[in-house]
Structures are given as structure tokens and as C-alpha cells.
């Protein structure tokens, strides 16, 4: 089945202590993007990557790290979580130039 | 600024009852107009893509149009498991996906 896998679904952790959020997709799609959800904001994206070694800035990028060493995993990092990172995160993937994009089930972070 | 707002922020439906959900949009270089269904606890599902004014695409009992200014979703005689948010987003110059805040539906048999 071709999807987005994303873990953990839930993450519960302290102010300052790094994580990381795996990405994994099956379908050989070049792009690959990670997203913020919060109530009344939307969608906004924090990175994208357009290929493997090739990544880019979103809209909401500060406090995030993201790598791009293999075509089918797009790491989301986390090196100090703070309370403001608190929120619903989606990873998704693409053919490049098309934006019908295959989104993960999405990681709810809490940061306290 | 790209910009996408939708309405209403909730909408609720009788089972049957016909309704359309409006998103309207404020953007340089319209490249593509996209309609996704967002499920409690899960991640969108692409529904549309729409590229330019007059167009229309159906599935179901969705039919989404596009117009300069607005894109709308209607939905024909909906039954509950149409249950969901549905999400707009717009493409235009800047080459990102800007998404507006979503319609949540609900539909009561």
C-alpha cells in the first residue's frame, strides 16, 4: 500500500530534550515536506525537500532541523523543544510538480 | 500574500440536505486550486486539483468549480461519512501551498 509513515503517533516530552520525528514513504516521491497544524492557523509548512541532499525553509522553520539522506526518509529534529512546538504534525510527499500530496497520520506533540 | 479563507468554519447538515462550502482566495499567479478531506486524528486526503476558471471536477457527491476569486465544494444529498474537514489550498508564484483554516462538516442522519 503506498503511504506515508510517520512515528510516533504521540510524544509526550520535556522543554530541552532533543527528539526526533521519523518519515518514511514507498512511493519513490522526490519531495517530501514537513507540516505544523494548529487550531485556527492551519496548515503551515516548516521544510521541504525537493530530492535527496536538497532541502528548504517553509514558513515556520525556526526551532526545527530536518535531513534528506535517502530519497524515502525525511527526518524532523527537534534539538530544544519548547512549550510553542506543542502541536499536530504532518509529514507528506510528492511527485515534483504535483501538489497532490500523500500526507502521514501525523505526530501529536507535547511539549511541557 | 497569498491567501486562502474558508467558510463557514463549520457547516451542519441533515442527512440529504444539499450544500456547497466556499473558499476564497487572494493570490499572485493562480497555478493550481486543491480541495483535500481531513478525517478526525488523520492526515489529509487529496481530493482536487483545479487549474483554471470554469473548471469543474467531480467524485461522489463532491463537485468542486473555480472561479477568479473563490473555488466551492458542493455537496449533493450528503450522508454521514462525508463527516470531515475539508481543507483548500492555493499554488500560485511562489511555488509553496498555502492552506486555509478548513470547513468542518457534520452530517446527522
Known amino acids: 500500500e503506498a503511504q506515508v509513515t510517520q512515528n510516533p503517533r504521540y510524544l509526550i516530552t520535556v522543554t530541552g530534550k532533543k527528539l526526533t520525528v521519523t518519515c518514511s514513504q514507498n512511493?519513490?516521491?522526490?519531495?517530501m515536506s514537513w507540516y505544523r497544524q494548529d487550531p485556527g492557523l492551519g496548515l503551515r509548512q516548516i521544510y521541504y525537500?525537493?530530492?535527496?541532499?536538497?532541502?528548504d525553509k517553509g514558513d515556520v522553520p525556526e526551532g526545527y532541523k530536518v535531513s534528506r539522506k535517502e530519497k524515502r526518509n525525511f527526518p524532523l529534529i527537534l534539538e530544544s523543544p519548547s512549550p510553542n512546538q506543542t502541536s499536530l504534525y504532518f509529514c507528506?510527499?510528492?511527485?515534483?510538480?504535483?501538489?497532490?500530496?500523500?500526507f502521514g497520520s501525523g505526530t501529536r506533540l507535547t511539549v511541557v | 500574500e497569498d491567501q486562502v479563507t474558508q467558510s463557514p468554519e463549520a457547516l451542519r447538515l441533515q442527512e440529504g440536505e444539499s450544500s456547497s462550502l466556499n473558499c476564497s482566495y487572494t493570490?499572485?499567479?493562480?497555478?493550481?486550486l486543491f480541495w483535500y478531506r481531513q478525517d478526525p486524528g488523520k492526515g489529509p486526503e487529496f481530493l482536487f486539483t483545479?487549474?483554471?476558471a470554469g473548471e469543474e471536477k467531480e467524485k461522489e457527491r463532491l463537485k468542486a468549480t473555480l472561479t477568479k476569486k473563490e473555488s466551492f465544494l458542493h455537496i449533493t444529498a450528503p450522508k454521514p461519512e462525508d463527516s470531515a474537514t475539508y481543507l483548500c489550498?492555493?499554488?500560485?508564484?511562489?511555488?509553496?501551498?498555502?492552506f486555509g483554516t478548513g470547513t468542518r462538516l457534520q452530517v446527522f442522519p
Open positions: 507528506a510527499s510528492s511527485r515534483v510538480g504535483t501538489y497532490g500530496y500523500t
Open positions: 512511493m519513490n516521491h522526490e519531495y
Open positions: 525537500s525537493m530530492n535527496v541532499e536538497v532541502t
Open positions: 493570490v499572485s499567479g493562480l497555478r493550481g
Open positions: 483545479l487549474y483554471s
Open positions: 489550498a492555493v499554488l500560485g508564484d511562489t511555488d509553496k501551498l498555502i
